[in-house]
């Protein structure tokens, strides 16, 4: 999908970011906490697999699929993107379509991003306030890299069958999700559903 746009930003940063931004836990426990508990997780299966990684970036998305995609709210964010009147208005098939091939892009996107992994720090800041009992929360967090200024993240979350799934980044206050849906609710609106997933699946279908 050749008009497919990402901030530079995102891209830039993303493949530390990523490691902590689709993952789920028990609500009980703090959502900073629990970032962190996936970051570490992510980050080692990276250095367990370097050398097959180094051979076939593809080898990276069976771990985005075995330690982040069970905890993304994929299906929030798609028909957040898509914007309320197109989503209403959709098939049933249109809606699962259009949520498998954003699912995709995601993930070949991060796939990319992951593979230049270099050891960056992520520090998280204490949580303001309590988070018990809320549906929805925020984490601080900043990118650490030797020699540049620390770029701030801020993760949202939302609280789904007593789990805790990320839905949301905010990179430099640039939010990941509103740049989605600027681009994908224009283009449906002007192409039509049947279009834009035809479009994406077709990008997907490119090698990595």
Not at 11 to 29: D, P
Not at 69 to 83: L, T
Not at 110 to 130: F, V
Not at 152 to 176: A, C, M, P, Q
């Amino acid at each position: 999908m050749s008009n497919i746009k990402m901030y530079p930003l995102f891209l830039k940063v993303c493949l530390v970011i990523l490691t902590c931004w689709m993952m789920s836990a028990r609500a009980e426990t703090a959502p900073d906490q629990l970032l962190q508990s996936l970051t570490d997780h992510m980050i080692q299966a990276l250095k367990d697999n370097d050398e097959a990684i180094k051979q076939n970036s593809n080898a990276v998305i069976p771990l985005i699929e075995k330690i982040l995609s069970p905890h993304v709210d994929y299906a929030g964010m798609a028909r957040w993107i898509v914007g309320r009147q197109a989503w209403l208005g959709a098939t049933e098939a249109e809606k699962h379509d259009f949520t498998q091939e954003f699912k995709s892009l995601l993930i070949r996107t991060y796939s990319k991003a992951l593979t230049e992994y270099n050891n960056q720090k992520i520090q998280y800041l204490p949580m303001r306030g309590e988070y018990q009992e809320k549906n929805r929360v925020q984490v601080e967090s900043e990118i650490q890299e030797f020699g540049k200024t620390p770029t701030k993240v801020v993760y949202r979350l939302t609280k789904i069958d007593g789990d805790w799934k990320v839905y949301d980044i905010i990179i430099e206050g640039v939010s990941l999700l509103k740049g989605f849906q600027s681009q994908f609710s224009e283009e449906i609106k002007q192409k039509g559903f049947q279009t834009v997933i035809a479009d994406l699946k077709q990008h997907n279908s490119k090698d990595l």
